[in-house]
């Protein structure tokens, strides 16, 4: 609840911000100021954990420029889509300022439950209440084009649907709280490669359909305080110069009536933002004032122009904590939000495999686990999408929790393994996360003692990745030839034993499977799952939890198959060492462009239509420990009714989806136990016939 205090404005001339009299402040404005108010204070915050500058959020990603004389704070902006990414310590204060991890964006996606996603909404925007940051800078929303995507982590789908009402969860969750969201990052941005150049290029169909689609959902469902322009070109035009993209087609036809920021650092050119509808320049640069001053002077700016962004600015501060004066506690329920993190990814796990029910695990069994990512869980991903978190429950301690024996022999090797590779320690790892630690060889005579002395082996295997760079395919989106090895040998010790063996999959996006899926028992994809993925993992394998995750995207049995791997980045002998028809990559900067060929063929859309290519497991896949029958669709106007009965042997959750013949809505049942049935009443998106040829897309 917000709290009004003394407001933090100081009376000069009488007059000071408020809600209703935007206007009348503007026009006391001087130029200098209006230039100042669009354009961000820097990178004072971000880079204070390093100098020690003094600002109100140490860690915020960006700053806006107070105008004291008006009353107008400086409103302080966060990453990111997990948790809000601060500095968790503070030069000359014992205090620790810890957020909580979420699961990463793949995860939240895969619960196909809105009403969770809310709920980790509300905490992250409480979180940031209590911190002192005004706008969080999330969700990310970017569409799983291609796997590759070195941010797909942060993202949700390949469908539109599910990426934004998932999206429009999280936002409504946060801004319950009274803080903003800036969904990110509009538009088109699919890759890392070139980031700041690189030019997508895709017909405006299949943009709308597809690419934009996600973005009109958040946004005219849940109405995000600000938009974030991506760094990429869309049809040759930096898209924070976009004023087709920013004005007619975000403003004037969604309706959206918030800010548009910029992304953070790359190109710039600053008037024609403003013209194009971008508001307010991050983090900003002195220049960039200097440059609007003089272009209006002039004459090569309209002063009206830099007015809309003024107001939109103003109308964003006034709607703040700070311009509220909410007194920040700096204490968050930490032990709160844990427990809504832990739910989550309770939710979004997803069960690939489970032959002979190798899976829940006995009470009392010995487990043998394999690989780093059993000691070292991977939470979340790098970059902006990091978080500080107060610990990792790992998954060897909260297996004992759930009454199942880690074989000891076998844990003290890894973490003697895991001491001497103690994460590398620099400025920038402390500021956006540390790579994966080596996996570590595993002799024969080691998985012979481990298979005698334990029941079962659980190998977890990791995958990092962050903003910067794309994957890649070979030790990446392929298993390393170590870890099949691994996988190999472990599958024959424990099978000729009678044994079985489990693969956790501790990833932020798409793997092959294919290739040795055949191998273990079951599999469970655990993605990213934030600082309690440990216990929200051994929950499932322990069957305290019933899995209930669905994929919200495909595994493709090949690379290759996907349509998008003919015009997508990556650096694979020598093939398509960039992107169709461009140079390498940062050699010429303007040159780099990406053809979005394959228009609609994106994930399912595609591997759904008669004689493409068979996949490893599809959209919307996802086992339980029970089983449940669900009753033809009712269609009534524009909703449908759906009966879910649990007729299994366990209490579990069911996911609904109408693929008609693309996903048209869905729902989650709440916990049914055994012979319980719940009706689902869902309502039918529209789609854009216009747009989108219905005729031509087969059901899946
Ligand atoms: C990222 C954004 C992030 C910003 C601020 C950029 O490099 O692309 O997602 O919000 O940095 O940290």
Wanted: charged share 20%; hydrophobic share 40%.
């Amino acid at each position: 609840m917000l709290v009004m205090t003394a407001n933090v404005a100081v009376l000069a001339q009488g007059l000071t911000l408020r809600q209703d009299n935007i206007d009348e402040v503007l026009s006391e404005l001087t130029l200098k100021e209006k230039a100042e108010l669009v354009v961000g204070a820097g990178y004072k915050s971000m880079l204070a954990g390093m100098t020690g500058a003094k600002v109100a959020v140490p860690g915020a990603a960006g700053m806006t420029r107070a105008i004291p004389r008006l009353g107008i704070p400086a409103i302080v902006l966060s990453d990111g889509p997990a948790g809000v990414r601060i500095e968790p310590s503070r030069k000359g204060s014992t205090d620790s300022f810890y957020c909580t991890g979420f699961p990463i964006g793949s995860l939240l996606s895969s619960t196909w439950n809105t009403e969770i996603v809310e709920r980790v909404g509300a905490a992250i925007g409480n979180e940031a209440l209590e911190y002192g940051v005004d706008v969080l800078l999330a969700p990310g929303m970017n569409i799983h084009r291609n796997p590759l995507c070195g941010r797909n982590f942060e993202y949700y789908s390949e469908d539109p649907l599910l990426s934004g009402k998932i999206a429009a969860s999280y936002i409504r969750g946060v801004q319950s709280q009274g803080v903003g969201t800036s969904v990110k990052h509009f538009a088109a941005n699919n890759q890392e490669t070139n980031r700041f150049w690189n030019d997508s290029r895709v017909s405006e169909e299949v943009l709308r359909e597809i690419y934009l689609r996600n973005f009109e959902i958040a946004v005219r469902e849940a109405g995000p305080w600000t938009v974030m322009a991506s760094y990429n070109r869309l049809n040759g035009i930096h898209t924070q110069e976009d004023k087709w993209l920013l004005t007619d087609v975000l403003r004037n036809e969604w309706n959206y009536e918030g800010l548009v920021m910029t992304d953070w650092t790359g190109n710039r050119n600053t008037a024609a933002q403003i013209q194009a509808g971008c508001d307010l320049m991050e983090p900003g640069k002195r220049s960039q004032i200097r440059e609007l001053v003089r272009k209006v002077k002039k004459g090569e700016l309209a002063e009206a122009d830099l007015d809309i962004c003024v107001r939109r600015v103003l109308e964003l501060v006034v709607k703040t904590p700070v311009f509220k004066g909410y007194e920040r506690s700096l204490k968050p329920d930490l032990a709160a939000h844990a427990v809504v993190a832990r739910e989550a990814a309770e939710e979004g796990i997803v069960l690939l495999k489970n032959d002979q029910s190798a899976l829940p695990l006995a009470q009392g069994a010995v487990a043998a686990l394999f690989g780093v990512g059993s000691y070292q869980l991977l939470a979340g991903g790098t970059g902006s999408g990091h978080v500080h978190r107060p610990y990792v429950m790992q998954l060897d301690d909260a297996l004992a929790r759930e009454g199942i024996t880690v074989f000891a022999p076998l844990a003290a090797l890894y973490r003697q393994h895991i001491m001497a590779h103690p994460p590398k320690k620099s400025f920038l790892s402390g500021m956006l996360g540390s790579p994966a630690i080596p996996e570590m060889p595993v002799s024969y005579a080691t998985l012979e003692s481990a298979a005698t002395g334990a029941d079962m082996a659980v190998i977890t295997l990791s995958r990092q990745a962050g903003e910067g760079g794309d994957r890649h395919l070979d030790d990446d989106f392929l298993l390393s030839d170590p870890e099949i090895r691994l996988l190999t040998d472990a599958c024959e010790v424990f099978h000729s034993l009678g044994k079985k063996v489990i693969v956790v999959l501790n990833v932020g996006g798409v793997v092959e499977t294919a290739s040795w899926k055949q191998l273990p028992d079951a599999i469970v994809l655990g993605w990213q799952p934030g600082q309690e993925g440990g216990s929200a993992l051994a929950r499932i394998l322990s069957g305290s939890v019933c899995p209930s995750g669905k994929l919200p995207v495909t595994f493709p049995i090949d690379y290759f198959d996907l349509p998008s791997s003919a015009n997508f980045p990556f650096d694979y002998s020598g093939r398509n060492s960039m992107s169709a028809g461009s140079e390498k990559e940062n050699d010429v900067k303007n040159v780099g462009y990406t053809v979005y060929e394959e228009g609609f063929d994106v994930g399912y859309r595609y591997f759904s239509q008669p004689g493409a290519p068979a996949v490893s497991y599809p959209f919307g896949f996802g086992l339980s420990y029970t089983s449940f029958e669900v009753s033809e669709p009712v269609f009534s106007g524009d909703t449908v009714s759906i009966s879910v009965k649990n007729v299994g042997a366990v209490a579990g959750k069911e996911v609904v989806m109408i693929l008609d013949p693309v996903l048209r809505a869905f729902g989650k049942t709440r916990l049914l136990q055994p012979g319980e049935t719940e009706t689902l009443i869902l309502t039918l998106a529209e789609l854009d016939t216009t747009h989108f040829v219905i005729e031509q897309r087969p059901g899946i």
